[in-house]
């Protein structure tokens, strides 16, 4: 079993070509006409989920009006990352009321305790617990080869691109809203949130297509469910079956989940520090407006790095793109272990922190790719890797990234050190896979 790549191309212009090469020429009319209507419905909802507040919210006055003045911010993400490791699973049953995410969204604007709004922090992140893994599955039940990467790496710019959005949308909440209601402009984000949210959990209620063997969404005729099922059969992935407790042993038995598991907690550690940007700025007294408006940069490259970096690794060997993006983040973190460089390099070291985006995405493919002939083990090393590796943004940031004190944000004594090495072994455990996939 190989990883179908597209064919490298000599020239710049057959790279580009190759690139924005979504629905090629010789696939049947029907089958580009499919592909065009599973990235309409898959690609747009999934993309219209990503959202991120509470960080911007934080430095634009939310801090002041609490008087935070400790790891407050820590224990917001513990509580969302605590409900977010356990309802993984049960989550699933919760994308049938769609309209409870944005009810959650809604009432952060509205809470008066810092208990209140731990409280919202869970009830978020149990919520949107689903989202991610159960998306990457289904892009791996619809796509594969090239396409897979391609898709996931477009479905990838919306997470920085939605942080992106949040951070322009308080800088405009803080000058244009404040006030207004008797509401600081942090309050009113939560609002703008919630008035998004509920309209797209509505619409991804009605077009979201499941898997191939889902009752068919409205959209999608019986001969386009026939032929997905072909292209699935023609690229050898198997249709999902019943989980038994032999999944869990051939699962376990072969070295996928061990690896992919470990690769994917070394992400999540090494990244936890890469959008707190705003703290940095916070500290060296920007304004509130730069402080929302100025990490939009790490968000944008990290929008480019995760369509193109992906799509490049659909095209050329993955491991050279993961090289690639590994030597920039490294150079970051030895930018922030050393911490006291020139004012523009430690602006540099941050904006270079996005190359990151082509990470998980072409991990995740990856996984999809490697393991597509077992559907259960595919969806159990997804899940694996969502619940164990987010386990521990539940206690690592106290531990290594906490907000307050010696070893506090932004400077992170400990925690940059342990950034660098985890950038390096997530590179190390990538590697391991694709080297083992070659030898099976």
């Known amino acids: 079993m190989t990883v179908t790549k597209a064919s490298p191309r000599s020239s710049l212009l057959g790279v580009i070509k190759e690139i924005f090469n979504w629905y090629p020429s010789n696939y049947p009319t029907e089958e580009r006409k499919l592909l065009f209507k599973l990235d309409l419905s898959i690609l747009i909802f999934a993309c219209l989920c990503y959202q991120t507040n509470i960080s911007n919210a934080y430095v634009s006055g939310l801090k002041e009006d609490f008087d935070l003045n400790g790891n407050e911010l820590n224990y917001f993400n513990v509580c969302y990352y605590v409900a977010y490791v356990f309802f993984q699973v049960p989550g699933m049953l919760l994308m049938s009321r769609p309209r409870l995410w944005g009810v959650c969204t809604f009432a952060q604007s509205r809470v008066t305790t810092v208990q209140q709004l731990y409280a919202c922090r869970f009830l978020v992140g149990m919520l949107e617990a689903p989202v991610f893994a159960g998306t990457h599955f289904i892009l791996g039940s619809w796509y594969s080869g090239p396409e897979l990467f391609k898709r996931a790496g477009t479905w990838f710019i919306c997470n920085p691109l939605g942080t992106m959005v949040s951070g322009y949308l308080q800088a405009a909440a803080y000058t244009n809203l404040g006030g207004v209601g008797g509401m600081p402009g942090w309050r009113w984000l939560f609002i703008i949130d919630g008035i998004f ?24 005729t019986s001969d386009d469910i026939a032929l997905a099922k072909t292209r699935m059969e023609r690229a050898n992935v198997r249709k999902p079956g019943k989980m038994g407790l032999d999944v869990f042993k051939r699962t376990f038995k072969r070295w996928h989940i061990w690896v992919f598991v470990s690769s994917y907690v070394c992400m999540i550690i090494a990244q936890y520090p890469d959008t707190y940007m705003n703290l940095w700025l916070k500290e060296e007294g920007f304004s509130v407006v730069q402080i929302n408006q100025l990490p939009t940069v790490t968000y944008a490259i990290n929008i480019v790095a995760s369509w193109l970096g992906t799509t490049l690794a659909a095209i050329y060997p993955s491991w050279t793109v993961y090289t690639g993006a590994t030597t920039g983040l490294s150079f970051s973190a030895i930018c ?31 996984v999809n790719t490697v393991v597509k002939g077992d559907s259960e083990e595919r969806a159990l090393i997804m899940g694996t890797m969502m619940t164990f590796g987010y386990s521990f943004n539940i206690w690592a940031p106290l531990v290594l990234f906490p907000t307050v004190g010696p070893n506090g944000a932004p400077r992170w004594r400990i925690g940059w050190p342990f950034t660098l090495a985890f950038r390096i072994l997530l590179w190390i455990g990538f590697i391991t896979a694709i080297l083992l996939h070659r030898r099976e």
């Open 197 to 220: 949210t509920i309209p797209i959990a509505l619409i991804g209620f009605v077009v979201f297509p499941g898997v191939p063997d889902s009752p068919k969404p409205f959209y999608l």
């Open 336 to 366: 922030m272990v050393i911490w006291n460089i020139p004012k523009p390099l430690k602006f540099v070291a941050w904006y270079v922190l996005g190359l990151a985006g082509c990470l998980s995405p072409i991990l995740y493919s990856t």
